[in-house]
């Protein structure tokens, strides 16, 4: 099965700054969905990347604080802006792989603000 | 709005016994649905997909579907301390974003 690589895998922040995320999948696939996980909480899609398109955005999320990227059908990354505390997070990406596979998900990011 | 509702537990099982994670869904258009296993500070990791009504086996696991009921369970048989963990229901309508219920805990004493 596929595996989607995920980096970094944690990072400790000033508030104010930002931070990319990149998520590669080692076959191509259409769609790739980014994910923020707060403690003991359950899965909260950000947005929905598909090659050659604008991002989806869900509600709550916008595009300036999270702009995506998705340049080709194997890499995408998702950038946090002008960061605070509150965005201190576990963010995942997903990809569809079909059949199987279903989705599956990068190893996660855990972002700390300070 | 899309709901996926799971008991958040903790479900506390011995060692052999069987452990039943239930998972129900609002939207009838439904048509995929996938069981997660997430450990503490990891990633989900897909455990079971099912796509029609009637039980998929794979190994101790068993994956139930009743469209009619909206209803979807992960059966986990001879249950072992490692398959303590949260576990995740998670439903599409076709192949596009997926709605996710809150996690059952696992709780598999040895």
């Known amino acids: 099965s596929a595996v989607i690589s995920q980096k970094p895998s944690r990072d400790i922040c000033q508030r104010g700054t930002s931070l990319t995320i990149q998520c590669q999948v080692d076959?191509?696939?259409?769609?790739m969905f980014w994910y923020r996980q707060q403690p003991g909480q359950s899965l909260t899609l950000i947005a929905t990347a598909n090659q050659g398109s604008e991002a989806t955005y869900e509600s709550g999320f916008v595009i300036d604080k999270f702009p995506i990227s998705r340049p080709n059908l194997t890499f995408s990354t998702l950038t946090v802006s002008n960061m605070s505390p509150e965005d201190s997070s576990i963010y995942l990406c997903s990809a569809f792989l079909g059949g199987e596979d279903g989705y599956t998900f990068g190893s996660g990011t855990r972002l700390t603000v300070v | 709005q899309k709901e996926v509702e799971q008991n958040s537990g903790p479900l506390s099982v011995p060692e052999g016994a069987i452990a039943s994670l239930n998972c129900t869904y609002s939207d009838r258009g439904s048509q995929s649905f996938f069981w997660y296993r997430q450990y503490s500070g990891k990633s989900p990791e897909l455990i079971m997909s099912i796509y029609s009504n009637g039980d998929k086996e794979d190994g101790r696991f068993t994956a139930q579907l009743n469209k009619a009921s909206q209803y979807v369970s992960l059966l986990i048989r001879d249950s072992q301390p490692s398959d303590s963990a949260t576990y995740l229901c998670?439903?599409?309508?076709?192949?596009?974003?997926?709605?996710f219920g809150k996690g059952t805990m696992l709780l598999v004493s040895p």
């Open positions: 076959s191509q696939v259409t769609m």
């Open positions: 998670a439903v599409t309508e076709g192949y596009s974003t997926l709605t």
